[in-house]
């Protein structure tokens, strides 16, 4: 099985709390689901929190997406002007 499927695989499975099982020594089990149902979402500044860190992480993901992207950028423009 491709990696990237196992890995879909066992975290949509623990998402619904299904899984239970080894893979290469590793436990998998329900522990996902059980953190998720402790997580009190009714109460409105819990899920304030959590959709400030929600999109704090996307925030992040983006400047490290941008800070690559330009560096990959400035340096295939160096070695253009610069060839060994």
């Known amino acids: 099985?491709?990696?990237?499927?196992?890995?879909?695989?066992?975290?949509l499975g623990l998402m619904q709390g299904l899984l239970?099982?080894?893979i290469r020594g590793h436990?998998?089990?329900?522990?996902?689901c059980t953190v998720a149902r402790k997580?009190?979402?009714?109460?409105?500044?819990?899920?304030n929190y959590v959709r400030i860190g929600?999109?704090?992480a996307q925030v992040i993901a983006l400047a490290i997406y941008y800070y690559?992207?330009?560096?990959v950028r400035f340096l295939s423009r160096l070695?253009?002007?610069n060839p060994l």
């Open 1 to 11: 099985m491709n990696a990237g499927i196992q890995n879909l695989v066992i975290s």
């Open 20 to 22: 239970s099982f080894r």
């Open 27 to 32: 436990l998998y089990s329900t522990l996902c």
């Open 39 to 47: 997580i009190p979402f009714d109460d409105p500044q819990v899920l």
């Open 54 to 56: 929600y999109v704090s």
């Open 68 to 71: 690559i992207s330009t560096s």
């Open 79 to 81: 070695a253009t002007l």
